[in-house]
């Protein structure tokens, strides 16, 4: 499947953006989970995929280099005054060391990554081919996540390229059928090489400011954000409650 992505054998390289600032869970990478670093499950999940040539964790924390001596991780350090997690990914990108087709963007804390997740992200591009810039995920919502703000809803076209995202409920459901098959984002991306420095130089927009959601700035300037489904949730833990569920999962999976 990769060979049709370009020409010869794409380079299809994960970077895990590591940092340790963290507002609703200080720290959050390097806390214990199920008896290791969550850092640790990230990674290991990431080296699991066949996909990924290469898995490098990026980061601004002497804390988490260290721990990557500790357990062998790949770790490069980057900028503090790096804004966000695509920043890094870039930073990483621009290192000749690293030099990819594809970057896919594993958040630091998605401890629940599965091939599948990778094989989803990686498939637009072969279906669409040129015509894609980047990639992302979705999967059903729950009844809860309906209306919860922190849920990213996610609409697309019917060739899956992604129209908008809020934390609002979108969309809106004005006769009151409750059929409408509400999508949420899950925030694992791959970008084209090129899509992601262009999106790296591109400025913060109105609606990425307010929605906080960097991946607006991708379709307020006109890029190809395509959205494929996957039925394998993830947990993006941002609470010490995320935490605990990231857990039991972890350990049923033993």
């Known amino acids: 499947m990769l060979a049709s992505i370009n020409s010869g054998n794409p380079r299809v390289i994960a970077v895990i953006p590591a940092r340790l600032a963290s507002s609703r869970l200080p720290g959050k990478v390097l806390l214990p989970l199920a008896g290791k670093p969550m850092l640790a499950w990230v990674y290991a999940a990431a080296k699991a995929c066949p996909q990924l040539e290469r898995v490098i964790i990026a980061t601004d924390a002497e804390e988490v280099m260290a721990a990557g001596r500790i357990y062998g991780w790949e770790t490069r350090m980057t900028s503090t005054h790096l804004a966000s997690g695509s920043d890094r990914v870039h930073a990483i990108s621009l290192d ?115 929605e906080k959601l960097e991946q607006l700035r991708m379709l307020e300037n006109g890029m190809h954000l395509y959205v494929e489904p996957t039925e394998f949730e993830t947990i993006g833990v941002d609470t010490a409650e995320d935490l605990a569920q990231a857990e039991a999962c972890l350990l049923k999976q033993r």
């Open 96 to 210: 000749p060391e690293f030099d990819a087709d594809i970057y896919v963007n594993v958040q630091g804390d998605e401890p629940l990554l599965r091939p599948e997740h990778i094989d989803a992200l990686l498939r637009p591009f072969v279906l669409h081919g040129d015509g894609v810039d980047a990639t992302t995920l979705s999967t059903s919502c729950t009844t809860a996540d309906i209306t919860n703000p922190n849920a990213v809803k996610v609409v697309t076209a019917a060739n899956g390229r992604a129209l908008y995202f809020s934390r609002a409920t979108i969309p809106y459901d004005r006769d009151s059928t409750g059929t409408i098959p509400y999508r949420k984002h899950l925030g694992l991306y791959a970008y084209r090489k090129t899509a992601l420095a262009r999106f790296a130089a591109l400025p913060s927009g109105a609606l990425e400011q307010v």
